[in-house]
């Protein structure tokens, strides 16, 4: 399974490494974008656990805030997705005797690589981070709160069981899908190919997320998503009526 490979591909290189933008841009879309009624922002993951000073820190996660909060307030439809694990979430290494932080091992869905816990239900660092201002989300979205299951993607679980996500855009009548937040590497681009395989006309907002530049692991997302089909984007790409 893809996902899965990269799973390890990507957790592999982790240890030892910088969590840092992507300066590189290589692709847009064609003219201004103007968010419209079929439309819907998706914020992935932006919580204290994934920003300075949290258990897995991505490098200036926190100074997409800002920017977050403009882009949301331009667009009609606003999903937000949480990292939300029960304490001893089997993608803890503390759950597995004898393991560290970045190791891998097998599970009933394919390898997992096994993480610091994080993320955990009802704690500080599950929260989303202090100054999001977004309270016309539509939908908070928690993922990998079963025990036994990893969550990256906010469409499809580690065992690709569906979220209902695609299932509620359809049902709003929503097509275009932009994603923002933490990180490019994992769950953003996760969500990304994802929301391409349901069907969905999917942008990534670059200057909006922060990713991990790991011996080539953000490249390979970006490869990964430009093969989806995914649009990755500026934020300047986007008309934002109420900056």
Known sequence: MQQLDRRVFLGAMIVGTTFAAAPVRFACAAGKITPGARDVFIIIDVQNCFVPGG???????????PLVNRIAKSF????????????????????HPGKKPFEATELPYGTQVLWPDHCVQGTASAELVKGLDVPQAELIL??????????????????RKPTGLAAYLRERGLKRVFLAGLATD????????????????TYVIEDACRGI????????????????????????DLVITNA
């Not at 258990?55 to 805030?65: C, M, N, P, T």
């Open 76 to 95: 009609p439809h606003v999903v937000m997705t949480q990292d939300w694990h029960t304490p001893h979430h089997i993608s803890f290494a503390s759950s």
């Open 142 to 159: 928690r993922k990998g709160y079963r025990d036994k299951v990893d969550s990256y993607s906010a469409f499809n679980e580690a065992d």
């Open 213 to 236: 530049d790991a011996n080539g692991s953000l490249a390979k997302a970006w490869e990964d998503m430009k093969k989806a089909g995914v649009h990755r984007i500026q934020s300047t």
């Open 186 to 201: 994992f769950c953003v681009a996760w969500s990304a190919v994802d929301a391409r395989k349901d069907g969905f006309d």
């Open 55 to 65: 258990s897995l820190a991505v490098k200036e996660g926190d100074q997409i805030v």
